[in-house]
């Protein structure tokens, strides 16, 4: 891994071009977010400068003093998120990609957002980072698109641990077909990390979210 944080940029960047070349895809309809969780401003102001402008936080309220230093950037929330702070996530992020279940959407009802719906791929189990089952999709989808302020812009998914990562963004594949049957403009598809997004990128993600091997590793919490 390059030491430098703009050399693991760059090579990442050019990992990402390779990958959407590979599937006969344009690079430049794939949205690469640096997920900088536990990383402090410092490096987000770095990352800034080298032209980044798509951010992804997890934790509210860390999330919130990074996104009132960086106005201007897009503000990407992938964490899980609790319904009491729904609302007060819904004031600083532009895009909520971890809706998943009835109440998280009637709490963040009336704000001016993204939404996209995560998607637990597990089998059984839940990994524990959140999602609704593909069977319930449908249905929140339905509630998404019928409350006042929200925009429905596709699905999020984490590839589960023991799965490999292109059956289960295959299978995501099939989860966003059956959102764009509720609403045709639905057509995000947020899926890829460090280690897996080249099999996103094959498997049609339109927003990818890296953390490590952009950022290096993450500071303990
Ligand atoms: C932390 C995190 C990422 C980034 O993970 P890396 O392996 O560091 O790239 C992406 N998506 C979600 C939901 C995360 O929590």
Redesign the pocket.
Known sequence: MPDDLADRLRAVQQRVAAAARAAHRDPAEITTIV?T?FQPIELILRLHDLGVRDF?E?RHPEARDKAAALPDATWHF??QLQTNKARQVARYADVV?SVDRPELVEALAGRDLDVLLQVDLGAGESAG?GGARPGAVPALAEQVRAAEGLRLRGVMA?APLGVPAATAFTALGFVADRVRAVAPSADWLSAG???DFAEAIAAGATHI?????ITGP?PAA
């Open positions: 997920v969780k992804g997890s992938i964490g990609h980072r984490v990390m460090s280690g979210r890296i953390g490590t091997a993450r």
